[in-house]
């Protein structure tokens, strides 16, 4: 029964694509379900894929019970989800991760353009003195060895 109601609201989409409706139905059928999938972060899809290992956990260790007990449980959980925001939490721990690696990162970076940077330009040669002609402190000669006859 969903599926042929679906069907049909998406063959009266693409039938009325350029009218009023249309575009009424697709911002109701199309962009407000993407509005809010765009708000699912990893912190969600890890608590979604942990409370399914843990229910498929307990269905297969207590069998027909583990269904029951996860019938009566699934109210209490989900208030209690919706109560702490659990996914929050997860969040949290996940940009304080990121956040230090970040930072160990961007201090390696530093480190190693610091350390390029210092071979190839930052040296200059030394300039060699010119040595300059002395002149004699003797004021008579003209600074040539005399010769003894």
């Known amino acids: 029964m969903i599926t042929a109601i679906m069907v049909m609201a998406l063959a009266m989409l693409a039938a009325a694509k350029g009218t009023p409706i249309g575009r009424a139905m697709h911002r109701w059928l199309v962009e407000a379900p993407a509005r809010w999938a765009s708000r699912v972060t990893r912190g969600h899809v890890l608590l ?7 229910v498929g956990g307990v269905a297969w260790f207590l069998k027909g019970e583990g269904v029951q007990l996860m019938g009566m449980m699934a109210p209490e959980v989900a208030g209690w989800l ?12 996940l940009v304080a991760a ?3 690696t970040a930072v160990r990162w961007s201090a390696m970076a530093s480190m190693v353009k610091a350390r390029l940077m210092r071979r190839g330009v930052g040296r200059a040669r030394r300039t060699r ?6 002149k004699p402190s003797n004021d008579d000669s003209d600074g040539r060895l005399a010769l003894a006859a």
């Open 48 to 54: 979604a894929l942990l409370m399914v290992a843990m």
């Open 82 to 93: 919706s109560m702490i925001e659990v996914s929050s939490l997860l969040d949290a721990a």
């Open 129 to 134: 003195a010119v040595r300059r002609e002395r």
């Open 98 to 100: 990121m956040a230090a």
